[in-house]
């Protein structure tokens, strides 16, 4: 839903400054807590941390109901700060539950899954705005924000609808639990976290995808302000939303087929999906320095805003806004998968998400500002284009290190003997940037079942 309104631009407003501003503030905490984020979801828990970071996202689209009625924006921009502290261990909670989940052949899929939620969410906010600002061209409506407001808070009392990450099993009987400790081993808990968190900005790996983590979201900026927000009447702008988070969804069902293909290694699959990222990525950016090329902030768009209902005049601009949906999802997508692939731990993937995350925000924080200080259209532009393509050599290295699998053994022994079931077998998981080894056992009921299926 937080996708929908920046999508509009300024968060729905005519006058983007004050959106601006409250993304900046927003990536500048993100960027902190998003690197911290990791450490509190394993201390205090997954739903725990989801549920109150979650509540943040109304209050930042109340606080464009507040701007409304007192052109104030300080109250939006403090909302922003808030969000971002919010978001930062609400992602890391995200990202350990996407890529410590599944199996290592159904991360892509995992990831897609998520992918698929998660721009729902984008398609419903769009057509939010399409419908309340159907017939003028202003500013978001209170009503607008207030349905906003309401699906965020319904969103986030169905974080207890998930199920504890100690009650999760795998369908190969592996049970995925974080090694949370409180009472007396709090401390140590706490010292064991700021320890992994350290060991990320050591792990070469980690450090190579820093380009792609900081580019990430960069030109979330470009694509949502100076694109859609200065190009389209309001009410095209929540109509392009819809196609834009459509597109992502339907491009990160096709780059699973590739990611998860079993006819190939892990790393031959890794860089089928890089390559066809890496051209399909820079014909859309080269379709955008062409649209660019016809306006800037000091000359208009030939014919003035585009609306929907303008037929030709508008079918290219609003396929093209969807194509860079389409693109978005495989950076993303490509971003996560290489993550997951370098771990199969919970605690390591919450630190990873979390490294993620916070330099996605560091990008975006100053990427923001840029909007914000009015920098030129085209320099906007060629800044996001030129960090996508810094990122691909470090992105190709990490590609060509991927192991075909962390795991020693991915399949518990089936039970033959009465006594064969009170084994504790166990299959290890090597976990490339830490030193330790994280045991799973298969469970009771895993046993009876595979028992049943030999019977």
Known sequence: MFNAL????????????????????LYAAFT??????????????????????????????????????????????ASGALLGM????????????????????????????????????????GIVPFVVNFHKDASLS??????????ECLGSFLVWALAPPEKVVRCDGCRVALECEGGANMVKNVWRQILGISKV???????????????????????????????????????????????????????SHVLDNRRMTRRTRGL?????????????WGGMLAMQLKYSERRPYPGGLIDFLDGSRA????????????????????????????????????????????????????AWQLAARKVPFMAQLAVSWVLINLSLPTMYYVVLKIRDSNEES???????????????????????SYSSVVTCSPTNEYRARTQSTVV
């Open 32 to 77: 902190v807590f998003g690197l911290t984020g990791g450490a509190f979801v394993n201390i205090f828990g997954v739903r725990f941390c989801m549920f109150v970071t979650s509540l943040f996202y109304a209050l930042y689209s109340g606080s464009y109901i507040y701007l409304n009625h007192t052109r104030n924006g300080a109250f939006t921009v």
């Open 142 to 151: 209170d009503g607008a924000y207030a349905a906003f407001i309401a699906l």
């Open 86 to 125: 919010a978001c930062g261990i609400f992602w890391a909670a995200q990202g350990m539950i996407m890529m410590s989940y599944p199996r290592e052949q159904e991360k892509g899929l995992f990831i897609t899954i998520f992918w698929i939620i998660f721009n729902l969410g984008g398609v419903v906010g």
């Open 315 to 366: 079918a290219g601009p609003i396929l093209l806004y969807a194509c860079m949906g389409a693109c978005d999802a495989l950076w993303q997508n490509m971003a996560y998968w290489m993550l997951g692939a370098l771990t199969n731990h919970p605690e390591t993937s919450a630190h990873y998400a979390g490294f993620f995350k916070g330099l996605q925000s560091l990008g975006a924080a100053v």
């Open 6 to 25: 920046n999508g509009m631009g300024g968060g729905g407003q005519k006058d983007q400054t004050v959106g601006n501003n409250a993304n900046t503030a």
């Open 272 to 284: 089928a999906a890089l390559v066809i990222t890496t051209l399909l990525i820079n014909v859309c």
């Open 201 to 255: 900005f050591r792990y070469p790996m980690t450090v190579a995808l820093i380009p792609l983590c900081v580019s990430s979201n960069f030109y979330y900026s470009y694509e949502f302000s100076v694109y859609n927000g200065e190009l389209f009447t309001t009410r095209t702008r929540g109509f392009n939303n819809i196609w834009y988070w459509a597109a992502e969804m339907l491009s990160s069902i096709a780059l």
């Open 410 to 432: 991915t399949t518990p022994p089936i039970p033959t003997t009465d006594a064969d079931t009170s084994t504790h077998t166990t299959a290890a998981f090597k976990d490339s």
